[in-house]
């Protein structure tokens, strides 16, 4: 079966030649082409490195254990979040390479991230993955929604991995023109369970910047009855 989809994949990319998301150089090898990633800018992309903040996984300057930033909120309804790449430089231009060029083979990479981070953290071993739920009319507008298709190829690289859709989401402005304070309110009341949450929960979304989207979707799951709430986004900004 391993051979048959590398004869396709050869196939498929000397029907229609595959380049690379971040430097454009023309894919030959299999990985390559299934990651949508040359092996030089595969080797260039450095998850978060070093002392990292235990509430938002952010790297720390000078504080320990806990970043200003946290402190500062307070308590949160999510117990903890992961990120993986700062949203800055090569990274947004891998993220847009995603998002918006829907360069597909991108979702195999960002899968094989996440699936490091959920098997290097213990109390994530039992976690049910639930997607952030896009916004209605997004998917009738864009024709994709990137962060469940993440999800997707997650469970195609895992036979542990488990989904569930439980949150969906109201109309409501787009995010990314409101500061914290406008999101939170912008989203209060958008989000609902469809269905009971599982007891140990993994959000996951793309990227995030002021955290309100996550933070809003855990505060449903735990009082639908969630008792852990984490989550894990691909870039922080």
Known sequence: ???????????????????????ETLLTETAEIREGLCEKCMVSLVTVQGEKCKLCGKPLISERDICLSCRNQGAKACDRLWVIFPYTGVYRKLLHAYKFA??????????????????????????????????????????WDQVDYLAKHILKQSCSAVVQRCLKRRRSKAQKQLDRKGR??????????????????L???????????????????????????????????
């Open 1 to 23: 079966m391993k051979y048959l989809i590398k004869i396709l994949l050869l196939v498929k990319n000397f029907l229609f030649p595959s380049r690379c998301a971040l430097c």
């Open 203 to 237: 959000v996951i979304d793309d990227v995030i910047t002021t955290g309100s989207t996550l933070e809003v979707c855990s505060d449903i799951l735990k009082k639908g009855g969630a008792e852990k709430v984490y989550g894990l986004c691909l870039f922080y900004d």
């Open 102 to 143: 829907k360069n597909l083979a991108l979702a195999v990479f960002f899968a094989g991230k996440a699936l490091e981070v959920i098997a290097e953290n213990p109390v994530l071993q039992d976690a049910v993955i639930v997607p952030v739920p896009p916004r209605p009319g997004k998917i009738k507008e864009t024709g």
């Open 184 to 201: 939170m309110e912008n989203m209060k009341g958008r989000v609902y369970l469809r269905e009971k949450p599982p007891k140990t929960v």
